[in-house]
């Protein structure tokens, strides 16, 4: 049945899907055409908004390419390689592999988002090693798990409002994460995905003649072998003291992080895997030829991620986010409200994908809303935490480092992620209304 669905959404995501690049600049276009259309804004106003905002995610770029280069860095060395292939031998056929992709990643975007990205796309890789699957689902599959990032332990809207003197705390006060993450209605959601995204992947498996497979010698990391020591140079590239001595430098500090009880954060994951890579390689030069590779998938993170900034500043300075959430907000009664704001941060999330941005505009709607209607103030704003993640699976921008590991383009998964759209806005949806 779902094989019978994906097929034809796959070919046509195939045949009409643009570059991540084209898709942005559109968005841009249309960003920018309704704020003047919608919002009343003049034409030059919003052009010097999408300027002045262009550069305003560039410690995110930054971050997010490091999430691409340090987890390959890591990955590719011996010491990993053997434990991802223990894990994925696991796998003795190609449902099994579908399946144990769509767990790990889940668990691992549970954790946390970005190391559930890089987590599922070398897992992926390693499992297109040992079995003969569809390599696009497989790498789908390894997306699909993402899905469930903003309901896990570092969802940014439930950590945000958990924090003593939050930016909305005069509304509501401190929420705990045992009204959130840990809460009945989001539990119930989330088991329901662990249950239904990898049964959903597993269906939609493709026929032998509908499938696309890769060639295993294509994914070996090409990596230098460790050359002779010719000169003192050569010497300080080759040997493994400098890189122990950083290393461990490293590990002192994450030790004494999480001794302080301090968790988990993007620069943290991204601190511990280029840690790793450093030690678990050995040499400088080691180390240096796996970056050289590394840094081959990440062009499309360095491009995009500015014109993303530039549209959230229209999104945002225009008002024309606010616009839309108040509109479907304005529909909502007591029982809907929670269903109305999922459905908004889902459309806002596409022109504002970043957790935190997006609670920021959408906050100062959904929050009086929610007193108005004598909504939960914890369910409301988990309606936005799972819109916002709802519809990353049709938004190329958190795609770009899991796409980067594979060597995939979008269009190559997304026909599969329509169907996780679909399906997943379902749960949610009822979960939040209803439970």
């Given at each position: 049945?779902?094989?019978?669905?994906?097929?034809?959404?796959?070919r046509i995501?195939?045949?009409?899907?643009p570059?991540?690049?084209?898709?942005v600049?559109?968005?841009?276009?249309?960003a920018?055409?309704?704020?003047?259309a919608?919002q009343?804004s003049?034409?030059m106003d919003?052009?010097?908004y999408?300027?002045?905002?262009?550069?305003?995610?560039?410690?995110?770029?930054?971050?997010?390419?490091?999430v691409?280069v340090?987890?390959?860095?890591?990955?590719?060395?011996?010491?990993?390689?053997?434990?991802?292939?223990?894990?994925?031998g696991?796998?003795?056929?190609?449902g099994?592999a579908?399946?144990?992709?769509?767990?790990?990643s889940?668990?691992?975007?549970?954790?946390?988002?970005?190391?559930?990205l890089?987590?599922g796309a070398l897992?992926a890789k390693e499992?297109?090693?040992?079995?003969?699957?569809?390599?696009r689902?497989l790498?789908?599959?390894?997306?699909?798990?993402?899905i469930?990032?903003?309901?896990?332990l570092?969802?940014?809207?439930p950590l945000?409002i958990?924090?003593?003197?939050?930016?909305?705390?005069d509304?509501?006060?401190v929420?705990?994460?045992?009204a959130?993450?840990f809460?009945?209605?989001n539990?119930?959601i989330?088991v329901a995905l662990?249950?239904a995204?990898p049964?959903?992947?597993?269906?939609m498996?493709?026929?032998d003649?509908?499938?696309?497979y890769?060639?295993?010698?294509?994914?070996k990391?090409?990596?230098?072998?460790v050359?002779?020591?010719?000169?003192?140079?050569?010497?300080?590239?080759?040997t493994?003291y400098?890189?122990?001595?950083i290393g461990?430098a490293g590990?002192?500090?994450l030790l004494?992080?999480f001794m302080k009880?301090s968790?988990?954060?993007l620069?943290?994951?991204?601190?511990?895997?280029?840690?790793l890579?450093i030690?678990l390689?050995?040499?400088p030069?080691?180390?240096?030829g796996?970056?050289?590779e590394a840094?081959?998938?990440?062009a499309?993170?360095?491009?995009?991620?500015?014109f993303?900034?530039?549209i959230?500043a229209?999104?945002?300075?225009?008002?024309?986010a606010?616009t839309?959430?108040?509109?479907?907000?304005?529909?909502?009664?007591?029982?809907t409200?929670?269903?109305?704001?999922f459905l908004?941060?889902?459309?806002?999330n596409f022109f504002?994908?970043s957790g935190?941005?997006?609670w920021?505009?959408?906050?100062?709607?959904?929050?009086?809303?929610?007193e108005?209607l004598?909504v939960?103030?914890?369910r409301?704003s988990?309606a936005?935490a799972?819109?916002?993640a709802?519809?990353?699976?049709?938004q190329?921008?958190?795609?770009l480092p899991i796409?980067?590991i594979?060597?995939l383009?979008?269009?190559d998964?997304?026909?599969f992620c329509v169907i996780?759209?679909v399906?997943?806005?379902?749960i949610i949806?009822?979960?939040l209304?209803?439970?």
């Amino acid at each position: 049945m779902l094989n019978a669905v994906s097929r034809p959404m796959v070919r046509i995501v195939d045949r009409y899907l643009p570059d991540p690049f084209v898709f942005v600049a559109a968005l841009t276009l249309i960003a920018a055409i309704a704020a003047v259309a919608i919002q009343g804004s003049k034409p030059m106003d919003v052009i010097t908004y999408w300027g002045d905002g262009f550069w305003g995610l560039l410690s995110f770029s930054m971050q997010m390419l490091l999430v691409l280069v340090t987890g390959y860095m890591m990955a590719s060395t011996p010491l990993v390689k053997r434990g991802l292939q223990a894990l994925a031998g696991m796998a003795s056929s190609p449902g099994a592999a579908i399946l144990l992709v769509s767990f790990v990643s889940l668990a691992a975007s549970w954790i946390n988002w970005g190391f559930g990205l890089v987590v599922g796309a070398l897992f992926a890789k390693e499992l297109a090693r040992l079995v003969r699957v569809d390599y696009r689902l497989l790498v789908a599959s390894a997306y699909s798990g993402f899905i469930v990032w903003h309901g896990g332990l570092a969802g940014s809207v439930p950590l945000s409002i958990a924090t003593e003197g939050h930016p909305f705390a005069d509304i509501i006060g401190v929420i705990p994460t045992s009204a959130t993450i840990f809460s009945l209605f989001n539990i119930a959601i989330l088991v329901a995905l662990f249950i239904a995204i990898p049964l959903v992947n597993r269906g939609m498996m493709p026929r032998d003649q509908d499938s696309v497979y890769i060639d295993p010698a294509l994914l070996k990391d090409d990596v230098p072998e460790v050359t002779e020591n010719r000169t003192p140079a050569d010497y300080l590239e080759t040997t493994p003291y400098l890189s122990m001595l950083i290393g461990v430098a490293g590990v002192a500090w994450l030790l004494q992080h999480f001794m302080k009880g301090s968790g988990l954060s993007l620069n943290v994951i991204n601190f511990a895997f280029l840690t790793l890579a450093i030690l678990l390689h050995g040499t400088p030069r080691n180390l240096l030829g796996a970056l050289n590779e590394a840094v081959k998938g990440g062009a499309g993170i360095v491009i995009q991620f500015p014109f993303y900034a530039g549209i959230m500043a229209i999104m945002v300075q225009t008002g024309l986010a606010a616009t839309i959430s108040t509109g479907l907000v304005n529909l909502a009664s007591e029982i809907t409200l929670p269903l109305f704001t999922f459905l908004s941060a889902g459309i806002v999330n596409f022109f504002v994908p970043s957790g935190g941005g997006q609670w920021a505009v959408q906050a100062p709607i959904i929050l009086p809303a929610a007193e108005a209607l004598g909504v939960d103030f914890a369910r409301a704003s988990m309606a936005v935490a799972w819109g916002d993640a709802w519809t990353n699976m049709v938004q190329p921008f958190w795609a770009l480092p899991i796409l980067g590991i594979a060597g995939l383009r979008a269009k190559d998964i997304m026909g599969f992620c329509v169907i996780h759209l679909v399906i997943s806005g379902v749960i949610i949806g009822l979960g939040l209304t209803f439970i």
